[in-house]
């Protein structure tokens, strides 16, 4: 899971050469990110379909939350 997230973020970043402004959560990049009902690090792998998106922020800034 670790390799894919990475695949997913930082080398994705790095492979469009957008590196500094994207790929990892650190102050002065972009924050476009999701927070899930589970951590996908620990959940068993055929849990994984079940985690459900609760927020969504782009930009550090909130566009969805499950709550409303």
């Known amino acids: 899971m670790q390799e894919a ?3 997913y973020t930082r ?3 790095y492979a ?3 590196e500094s402004t994207r ?3 650190v ?3 972009y924050a476009d990110f ?3 009902s589970d951590d996908i690090f620990t959940i068993r792998e055929n ?3 079940s985690a ?3 927020g969504t922020y782009v930009a550090g800034r909130s566009v969805y939350s499950e709550a409303g």
């Open 5 to 7: 997230v990475d695949a």
């Open 11 to 13: 080398q994705a970043a």
């Open 16 to 18: 469009c050469h957008a």
């Open 23 to 25: 790929g990892t959560l």
């Open 27 to 29: 102050v002065g990049k």
């Open 34 to 36: 999701i927070v899930l």
């Open 47 to 49: 849990r994984l379909a």
């Open 52 to 54: 459900r998106v609760i």
